[in-house]
Nanobody
Framework: QVQLVESGGGLVQAGGSLRLSCAAS????????MGWFRQAPGKERDFVAA????????SYADSVKGRFTISRDNAKNTVYLQMSSLKPEDTAVYRC?????????????????WGQGTQVTVSS
């Protein structure tokens, strides 16, 4: 079965950095658009970033543009989210998602598979 397993979350001070990883199995990883979403307590799930199957195209939420970088390694079936200049408002559970989609990357409903998530906490 398909599994997406996130790692790399943790507690970091404001201004710090973290790199999240999402290891995929059970699917043809190189065929899928990969996305990162986050959800803070009491808030809706928000789009963070997405990358197309080849890594040639990326998309970011305005709130993270210039601070976060999404990348993928199709040989390792892994997608990454490098997060820098972290702010307390970045605190959330971060989940990766895989979808056979070519547009509307920001729409969570378009993704077929989801990981369980990893907690990121940014202290002020």
């Amino acid at each position: 079965q398909v599994q997406l397993v996130e790692s790399g979350g943790g507690l970091v001070q404001a201004g710090g950095s973290l790199r999240l990883s999402c290891a995929a199995s059970g699917l043809t990883f190189s065929s899928y658009t990969m996305g990162w979403f986050r959800q803070a307590p009491g808030k809706e799930r928000d789009f963070v970033a997405a990358i197309n199957w080849s890594g040639g195209f990326t998309s970011y939420a305005d709130s993270v543009k210039g601070r976060f970088t999404i990348s993928r390694d199709n040989a390792k079936n892994t997608v990454y989210l490098q997060m820098s200049s972290l702010k307390p408002e970045d605190t959330a559970v971060y989940r990766c998602a895989a979808g056979l989609i070519s547009y509307s990357w920001r729409n969570a409903g378009g993704y077929n598979y989801w990981g369980q998530g990893t907690q990121v906490t940014v202290s002020s």
